[in-house]
């Protein structure tokens, strides 16, 4: 087939997340709920924050926000991962990043799938946290070796999702009947499945020594365990999560509010109780939750060196991990600390501390012959003939995902696995090397600099 018709992945993305939403809004019913509450939040800001709603509007963030989610599987082999990532692949989809979740006792390490490019961004921001087992780190070796051997029996993938990929792999793309197909059989590794495929007492066993060992090789398949929509205010969804019938969990994970967001903040709620059908009785557990998150800029190297000092000396003060006895103090102490950190964009992008997206304004264009014009950035700016917004940060935080991670298996599940990171072995069972996000911000800055320097016919370095 010609290449000029295949469907773009952008669009292959876009269906695949919207037929993801629908599957969750079916499967989780409080899911549709916390589209409500988020969607009725952002109308009201967009309404009554005309600044916010302005930079939204010049990063074009304001037409991806209301299918803007990003899921999260766990897979149980380096097998399984490297085919998901040859399924994402698809949807041009690739791995971003390198998280070690072991110091937080959760015996996994992650990668995030999405987009790279700002058009494909734009497109569709849709991107899956996706987590490996690590068996190693199970010092029972009996177990170990039961879990093994349940994963070996099992196939997370339906054999004509295989097909689908061979043939895009081999012929470079998908013709739209056979991109329909790819997302409807896609799906189907997504979703939950009632059976477990193994007995009451195995499962207890595997949940003894760890709640997440269960999760991930009990079952088929790697259901997808939170969908999580973007708000523009998070504090205003934490405060009205309990009206609407949900317990949020104690503390907002990442920086604490500010008049210009940072990097990422979360909320979740607690998993669901679910009927499980083991393959000699009837039981029940927990996998799935909710989860909302707020955006904000992408940090530069120097700006996260700081953000993390920031919240590492909030943790220290705090004298613990946050949780409801001591949120409000936790609050407080973020707060406090966080000051440090300007709230103000000019000032971040004189120190170095963000990246920037460059928009040439009316007047730019206007007085691009005039010849007393700036030549400088910095000049050009002050002329008004460039204006700047933050990129927004397309990924996660290893310490937030680990409070997502720990107020989802509850704080019994609290193990001790020291320091493992292990990128090395990660990036062997993906069978590719992860992308450097700072690198991919750089770019897309960038980008827009050469775009702005090419519409006001200036060069700027
Ligand atoms: C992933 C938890 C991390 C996030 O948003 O940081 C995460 C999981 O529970 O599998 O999704
Ligand atoms: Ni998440």
């Known amino acids: 087939m010609p290449a000029h018709h295949f469907v773009s992945p952008d669009s292959i993305r876009t269906q695949f997340s919207a037929a993801m939403s629908r599957l969750y809004k079916e499967e989780v019913p409080l899911y549709g709920t916390l589209l409500e509450l988020v969607s ?39 097998e399984e991962l490297a085919t998901i990532a040859r399924l994402f692949a698809v949807m041009g989809m690739l791995p971003v990043g390198y998280y070690d979740l072991s110091p937080a006792g959760v015996p996994v390490h992650s990668t995030a799938f999405r987009a790279v ?23 029972d070796l009996s177990l170990r070796e039961l879990a093994r051997d349940i994963l070996a029996k099992r196939s997370i993938f339906t054999p004509r999702v295989l097909e689908l990929i061979a043939q895009h792999e081999r012929d470079g793309g998908l013709s739209a009947a056979d ?5 409807e059989q896609a799906l189907h590794t997504f979703r939950w499945h009632p059976q ?10 595997l949940h003894q020594q760890h709640r997440l060992i269960a999760d991930v090789v009990a079952f088929k398949g790697p259901h997808i365990n939170h969908l999580t929509p973007r708000t523009l205010d998070i504090d205003a969804i934490q405060a009205g999560m309990p009206a609407k019938g949900i317990a949020p969990k104690a503390v907002v994970e990442g920086p604490p509010t500010r008049r210009h967001p ?4 979360q909320t979740s709620f607690k998993a669901l109780q679910e009927t499980v059908a083991f393959s000699d009785a009837q039981g029940s557990h927990t996998a799935r939750f909710g989860e ?8 530069t190297a120097k700006g996260r060196r700081l953000y993390d000092r920031l919240l590492d000396a909030t943790r220290a003060a705090l004298g613990g991990v946050p949780a409801e006895a001591n949120a409000e103090r936790y609050r407080t102490l973020l707060a406090s600390h966080f000051a440090e950190f300007p709230d103000d964009l000019a000032q971040m992008r004189e120190q170095g501390l963000a990246y920037f997206r ?27 003939h460039v204006h700047f917004e933050a990129l927004v940060y397309e990924d996660f935080l290893p310490v937030s995902a680990a409070g997502i991670f720990q107020s989802n298996l509850g704080d019994d599940a609290q193990a001790h696995y020291g320091s493992n990171a292990n990128r090395e072995a990660f990036e062997a069972a993906l069978g590719l090397a992860v992308l450097d996000e700072l690198a991919l911000y750089a770019q897309a800055e960038q980008r827009s600099l050469q775009a702005c320097a090419e519409a006001l016919g200036v060069t700027l370095a």
């Open 196 to 205: 477990a495929t193994v007995s009451a007492e195995q499962y207890q066993q």
């Open 40 to 78: 009725e939040v952002n109308q009201q800001i967009l309404a009554e924050q005309p600044d916010v709603a302005q930079a939204l509007r010049w990063t074009g963030e304001i037409e991806r926000l209301d299918q803007e989610r990003h899921g999260a599987i766990r897979v149980g082999t380096a």
């Open 358 to 384: 460059y928009f040439a304004t009316e007047k730019g264009l206007a007085e691009r012959t005039r010849q007393d014009r700036p030549d400088t950035l910095q000049g050009l700016i002050d002329a008004g």
């Open 179 to 183: 991109a329909e197909t790819f997302v």
């Open 292 to 299: 909302i998150e707020q955006r904000g800029a992408a940090l």
């Open 262 to 265: 940072i990097l990422l903040r």
């Open 117 to 139: 490019h700002e058009q494909s961004l734009h497109i569709s921001p849709f991107r899956v946290f996706t987590s490996l087992l690590r068996l190693e780190l199970i010092d």
